[in-house]
């Protein structure tokens, strides 16, 4: 029977790094529908032992397709003993799929909650980011 390897981590911190709203060139209303796009990048600080998980979200009017918004932000993760899921040599990560799925779905949720509070007020009010799948692959860089 294997025994299940324990990952300790924490929440450290959330920073926006860039987020803009663009005027429409339409008017935006009730039953206006929202796209979006949503990218994921996983990188590492070894030093600090951080897994940095950065979600990029761009809104658009779905029938235009014109740009409405956009937010980059990142979640930071302290990681107990990170460098053990690290190969230096080939500089790959090892973190389970498991482990990259949770920290995918709490960065995705975590932004949804920045852009209601960064949107809320403007026309974007109603851009609120639906619930997604966060098993696909991030892009993982060291």
């Given at each position: 029977?294997?025994?299940?390897?324990?990952?300790n981590?924490?929440?450290?911190?959330?920073?926006?790094?860039?987020?803009?709203?663009?005027?429409p060139?339409?008017?935006?209303?009730?039953?206006?529908?929202?796209?979006?796009?949503?990218?994921?990048?996983?990188?590492f600080?070894?030093?600090?032992?951080?897994?940095?998980?950065?979600?990029?979200?761009?809104?658009?009017?779905n029938?235009?397709?014109?740009?409405?918004?956009?937010?980059?932000?990142?979640?930071?993760?302290?990681?107990?003993?990170?460098?053990?899921?690290?190969?230096?040599?080939?500089?790959?990560?090892?973190?389970?799929?498991?482990?990259?799925?949770?920290?995918?779905?709490?960065?995705?949720?975590?932004v949804?909650?920045?852009?209601?509070?960064?949107?809320?007020?403007?026309?974007?009010?109603?851009?609120?980011?639906?619930?997604?799948?966060?098993?696909?692959?991030?892009?993982?860089?060291?």
């Amino acid at each position: 029977m294997e025994t299940e390897k324990q990952f300790n981590f924490q929440i450290k911190g959330i920073e926006i790094v860039e987020n803009s709203i663009v005027a429409p060139k339409n008017r935006i209303d009730n039953n206006t529908v929202f796209g979006f796009d949503l990218q994921l990048n996983q990188s590492f600080n070894l030093d600090r032992e951080l897994v940095i998980v950065t979600c990029v979200i761009n809104v658009s009017d779905n029938d235009t397709k014109d740009k409405l918004g956009h937010i980059k932000a990142s979640c930071l993760y302290s990681v107990e003993k990170l460098e053990k899921y690290i190969d230096k040599e080939k500089s790959t990560t090892t973190l389970p799929d498991d482990v990259t799925v949770m920290l995918n779905s709490i960065s995705i949720s975590t932004v949804r909650g920045v852009m209601y509070g960064m949107f809320r007020g403007t026309f974007l009010n109603g851009a609120i980011l639906p619930v997604v799948n966060p098993s696909k692959p991030a892009d993982k860089k060291k």
